[in-house]
């Protein structure tokens, strides 16, 4: 689904794209344009657009002049930042504090795309979801478990950057009874922060945003496809986060006796 793009609901689309892992291995990569309740547009994260996507993007929105703001959602996707911005010059640019750091000559809203305030400000659109127990942004920057999760309340539909991921396998082996799968990212175990209470403070977050986010009927996954309620033949994107809380709960017990 590499340069494609995904109708998943009313007001919210899909961009599917490319990212090559040592310039062979495809794993993909996303962002996402949603109409606001303004009629304005944003930008979940960045992408280079090109072709059919691109003279979409550019038919919903006017050539790009509805375009509202961008904003970047993950600490460690920053590849495609530059080229958003320079095709949508008017559009307020927001990332997140690693984003200000490494492109400080772009002219980034004070506010940061985990901040707090941020999310308020975009409140009757979106609720947003910053991990907690788990290094924002890892010293290690093989890690890219976290990022600023995001519902768009009126299409239902969930955009996250690695913590999530759903694994859709091909129809043979779901044929053979090996579903698809909604998973936490699997660097959980790096990404938990090393002190006591850590694992605790990530259940707690995990189950607090299972709940909020019940009615959420999409799933957008960076690296690996979207789960979109038209194609979901198994259970709700509700029961599936449980069932990926359960599955990482030896990794968090694990850390719990380890750090306590």
């Known amino acids: ?7 998943v609901a009313d007001n919210f689309w899909n961009l599917r794209g490319t990212f090559r892992v040592g310039g062979v291995l495809d794993v993909g990569t996303q962002a996402s344009l949603v109409r606001l309740a303004s009629g304005k547009f944003v930008f979940l994260d960045s992408y280079t657009l090109s072709g059919a996507p691109r003279r ?14 961008i904003l970047n959602l993950h600490p460690f996707h920053t590849m495609h930042v530059r080229w958003m911005h320079e095709h949508y010059p008017q559009a307020r640019l927001y990332g997140t504090a690693r984003h200000l750091e490494r492109f400080p000559d772009l002219p980034w809203e004070p506010q940061r795309t985990e901040d707090p305030a ?17 290094d924002f942004i890892s010293a290690n920057e ?29 129809s043979l082996l779901r044929m053979l009874g090996l579903g698809d799968q909604v998973s936490f990212h699997p660097t959980l175990a790096k990404a938990l922060e090393k002190r006591p209470g850590a694992a605790q403070d990530f259940r707690e977050w995990a189950r607090e945003l299972i709940d ?12 690996v496809t979207a789960l979109l309620a ?13 069932k990926a809380l359960d599955k990482v709960e030896p990794t968090l017990a694990a850390h719990e006796r380890r750090y306590g």
């Open 1 to 7: 689904m590499a340069n494609d793009i995904l109708d």
């Open 56 to 69: 979409r993007v550019n038919e919903l929105t006017g050539g790009g002049e509805n375009v509202e703001a």
């Open 118 to 134: 941020l999310h308020a400000a975009f409140a009757e659109d979106f609720d947003f979801s910053v991990p907690r127990g788990v």
């Open 142 to 170: 093989h890690v890219h478990f976290s990022s600023v999760l995001a519902l768009h309340r009126a299409s239902r539909s969930i955009h996250s950057d690695d913590t999530l991921t759903y694994l859709r396998l091909p």
């Open 212 to 223: 909020r986010w019940r009615a959420a009927e999409n799933l957008c996954a960076a690296h």
């Open 230 to 242: 038209a194609d979901n033949a198994g259970g709700t994107i509700h029961a599936r986060l449980q």
